[in-house]
């Protein structure tokens, strides 16, 4: 059974970071490229960023381009997406999810098979 499980998420204020993790379970985590998302009240689930199965070729929507940074550990299964000099805006419930592929797809979630069960991220002050 494949898992997916997120965790790091919580209130911070304006400018402050966050560290979020996805550890994964029952599938070959290194042989596919994965995922984060995002889904604000009243959004559409937003594709974040992408990371190629061996942690080459990251991929970033604009508006976190230059502050968020996503890793992956393959000996421990897990993903990572450090959040810097975070906003209001990026206020949101978390997810992650693994793609089909070993390279990122596009940052459509109709391309990823996996998801975990999201974590929620608040930036306020």
């Known amino acids: 059974q494949v898992q997916l499980v997120e965790s790091g998420g919580g209130l911070v204020q304006p400018g402050g970071s966050l560290r979020l993790s996805c550890a994964v379970s029952?599938?070959?985590?290194?042989?596919?490229?994965m995922g984060w998302f995002r889904q604000a009240p009243g959004k559409e689930r937003e594709g974040v960023s992408c990371?190629?199965?061996?942690?080459?070729?990251?991929v970033y929507v604009d508006s976190v381009k230059g502050r968020f940074t996503v890793s992956r550990d393959n000996a421990k299964n897990t993903l990572y997406l450090q959040m810097n000099s975070l906003k209001p805006e990026d206020t949101a419930i978390y997810y992650c999810?693994?793609?089909?592929?070993?390279?990122?797809?596009?940052?459509?979630?109709?391309?990823?098979?996996?998801w975990g069960q999201g974590t929620q991220v608040n930036v306020s002050s």
């Open positions: 029952g599938y070959t985590f290194s042989e596919y490229s």
């Open positions: 990371i190629s199965w061996d942690g080459s070729t990251p």
């Open positions: 999810a693994a793609s089909r592929y070993l390279m990122c797809p596009t940052l459509r979630a109709i391309e990823f098979v996996h």
